[in-house]
């Protein structure tokens, strides 16, 4: 925000930072006013229920949970560099950031035949990530946010081991003191159950679901979780996952496809390029943000002008 400040990018007095609790502020906003929010679907839900927002009709934008999903196609094989590629994508989504990101992987979908592969494959690299200070070389991946968050990790955790196999991680803790989890892996011996769908847990957790393969089966899966911001594809086969594509596209404000052709020149599915679509429909909130132009159309106003055509075009032209 100093830096933001500093650099004189926007006049003075337009951009203020507050660090700590809003107080009233929600009831302070009129008609003119935005609201746009960052975070859980069940804080959002009381934000847009503020009764002040609701009487002045205050524009809301919300980005809330997000159970993405990453899905495997049935044409990839044990040995195919993309299966290898799919197994580093949801290591690396599970454990940067500690998994406190709103991208990060919670759902993975794999055909029955290839489940036990991809997840002795998973749970070697997971069981391999070092915990600890990030300020060491050695370490990939550091604490969560806080003690609340590590809490509310735990808690979640230990419902979903309730309900699921623990492949790998658990709730225990990793370390004497500080904020620290393990990566954790649960597999779910029917996906169409798993209460991964129902819930997010904000953390180095996801669930590895089997599914026959079908296109039209993974994305009845993914709708599951009733909106979210990206879901994952790999497959090689144009059919097959242009069936995908379409089916998941009305769940997701952004679906992410990998073939051999891009593995190894794509970002991966959790970074967010500006001109795209950030937000998601349903649980995730029913937003935008970024997508170019298109990000600041919630933050404008359309108004129609009717008048004399003359005055017009010499007053607005």
Same mark, same amino acid.
């Given at each position: 925000?100093?830096?933001?400040?500093?650099?004189?990018?926007?006049?003075?007095?337009?951009? +203020?930072?507050?660090?700590?609790?809003?107080?009233?502020?929600?009831?302070?906003?009129?008609?003119?006013?935005?609201?746009?929010?960052?975070?859980?679907?069940?804080?959002?839900?009381?934000?847009?229920?503020?009764?002040?927002?609701?009487?002045?009709?205050?524009?809301?934008?919300?980005?809330?949970?997000?159970?993405?999903?990453?899905?495997?196609?049935?044409?990839? +094989?044990?040995?195919?560099?993309?299966?290898?590629?799919?197994?580093?994508?949801?290591?690396?989504? #599970?454990?940067?950031?500690?998994? +406190?990101?709103?991208?990060?992987?919670?759902?993975?979908?794999? !055909?029955?035949?290839?489940? =036990?592969?991809?997840?002795?494959?998973?749970?070697?690299?997971?069981?391999?990530?070092?915990? =600890?200070?990030?300020?060491?070389?050695?370490?990939?991946?550091?604490?969560?946010?806080?003690?609340?968050?590590?809490?509310?990790?735990?808690?979640?955790?230990?419902?979903? %081991?309730?309900? #699921?196999?623990?492949?790998?991680?658990? %709730?225990? !803790?990793?370390?004497?003191? =500080? *904020?620290?989890?393990?990566?954790?892996?649960?597999?779910?011996?029917?996906?169409?159950?798993?209460?991964?769908?129902?819930?997010?847990?904000?953390?180095?957790?996801?669930?590895?679901?089997? *599914?026959?393969?079908?296109? %039209?089966?993974?994305?009845?899966?993914?709708?599951?979780?009733?909106?979210?911001?990206?879901?994952?594809? *790999?497959?090689?086969?144009?059919?097959?996952?242009?069936?995908?594509?379409?089916?998941?596209?009305?769940?997701?404000?952004?679906?992410?496809?990998?073939?051999?052709?891009?593995?190894?020149?794509?970002?991966?599915?959790?970074?967010?390029?500006?001109?795209?679509?950030?937000?998601?429909?349903?649980?995730?909130?029913?937003?935008?943000?970024?997508?170019?132009?298109?990000?600041?159309?919630?933050?404008?106003?359309?108004?129609?002008?009717?008048?004399?055509?003359?005055?017009?075009?010499?007053?607005?032209?």
């Amino acid at each position: 925000a100093q830096i933001l400040v500093e650099s004189k990018a926007l006049p003075e007095g337009a951009f +203020q930072f507050l660090a700590g609790g809003a107080g009233d502020l929600l009831d302070r906003l009129g008609a003119q006013d935005c609201l746009a929010f960052t975070g859980s679907s069940g804080t959002a839900a009381l934000l847009r229920g503020n009764a002040n927002v609701v009487r002045r009709n205050v524009r809301v934008n919300f980005e809330a949970d997000s159970l993405n999903a990453k899905v495997l196609g049935p044409d990839v +094989q044990e040995g195919d560099d993309l299966l290898g590629f799919f197994v580093n994508q949801i290591h690396l989504e #599970m454990t940067q950031k500690a998994g +406190q990101k709103c991208t990060a992987v919670r759902r993975i979908l794999v !055909p029955t035949p290839l489940i =036990g592969a991809v997840r002795e494959r998973l749970v070697a690299a997971l069981q391999a990530t070092k915990v =600890g200070d990030p300020a060491s070389a050695d370490v990939r991946m550091g604490p969560l946010a806080s003690a609340r968050q590590l809490k509310d990790v735990r808690e979640g955790v230990g419902r979903f %081991a309730a309900k #699921m196999e623990t492949a790998t991680g658990g %709730a225990a !803790p990793v370390a004497p003191k =500080g *904020y620290f989890v393990a990566p954790t892996l649960f597999a779910a011996k029917d996906a169409a159950t798993s209460p991964a769908h129902d819930e997010e847990v904000f953390g180095p957790v996801a669930t590895l679901m089997p *599914y026959s393969g079908d296109a %039209a089966e993974a994305a009845a899966l993914v709708g599951r979780g009733e909106g979210g911001l990206v879901t994952s594809l *790999y497959s090689n086969d144009a059919d097959w996952l242009g069936a995908a594509t379409v089916g998941v596209a009305p769940w997701c404000g952004r679906v992410w496809t990998a073939t051999d052709k891009t593995a190894d020149k794509a970002l991966p599915s959790g970074a967010v390029h500006p001109a795209s679509i950030h937000g998601g429909p349903g649980r995730a909130g029913g937003g935008e943000e970024l997508g170019g132009l298109r990000g600041l159309h919630f933050y404008l106003q359309r108004t129609a002008v009717q008048g004399y055509g003359p005055w017009l075009q010499q007053t607005f032209a």
